[in-house]
């Protein structure tokens, strides 16, 4: 039984569901993982304004409500002509798997995750996501330098790659983030379309599992 995650690092959802996704696969190990890039804004090239910051701000707390993750929201309305194109982000987990595929992807996303939201980092930039050395990046198995990391990360592979997993989200019908789907004996079914509680997704996955 393979289980699909379906995300973006700039989503807050997707941050808020880290804690939830982690228990899923802790508690089911014999689970195959597939971590999807889903590009979420990818290629936007709209200058975030006052009123888009506050925006996210204000939905950024629903998450913290329900979730308990922490939010870095002066580094946010702090960042002047700021471009939320989450391509970049997303193309740095797909080179973490191009540089070792067996890394564990869920612990690199999520490090990409805070590098945005709690560090406040500019996950836009190459440069900058290449200098994400976070101890999480080391416990998934991926320790390389910065300039390696980003000749990777710069590669026409990565570039491909990264489209195919927007291609996939396109194809999945994804509606919204986080999504998970799982596949048994050549079917694939959506389990959730947005933010979801560990405990009815395991129960589902048990269920399907028996």
Not at 7 to 30: L, N, Q, R
Not at 186 to 200: D, E, F, R
Request: hydrophobic letters at 45%.
């Amino acid at each position: 039984m393979k289980f699909t995650f379906v995300g973006d690092p700039m989503c807050s959802w997707c941050y808020g569901f880290h804690k939830e996704v982690t228990t899923i696969v802790e508690a089911m190990p014999d689970l195959e993982v597939q971590v999807v890039l889903g590009g979420l804004a990818q290629g936007s090239t709209q200058v975030l304004d006052d009123a888009g910051k506050q925006f996210r701000v204000t939905h950024w707390t629903r998450v913290e409500q329900l979730s308990g993750a922490q939010f870095n929201r002066e580094a946010l309305l702090a960042r002047e002509n700021f471009v939320c194109n989450t391509e970049p982000v997303c193309r740095a987990v797909v080179a973490a798997c191009l540089i070792k595929p067996s890394a564990n992807l869920l612990t690199v996303f999520d490090a990409f995750q805070r590098a945005f939201y709690v560090d406040g980092l500019d996950t836009t930039d190459g440069k900058v996501l290449a200098t994400i050395r976070a101890s999480a990046l080391k416990a998934a198995g991926l320790d390389v330098d910065a300039d390696a990391f980003f000749t990777v990360w710069s590669s026409d592979e990565a570039i491909q790659a990264t489209r195919a997993d927007f291609a996939l989200t396109r194809r999945l019908g994804v509606s919204g983030f986080p999504s998970l789907f799982m596949e048994l004996n050549g079917k694939i079914g959506q389990l959730s379309s947005s933010y979801a509680p560990a405990a009815s997704v395991q129960q589902t996955l048990m269920r399907i599992a028996a």
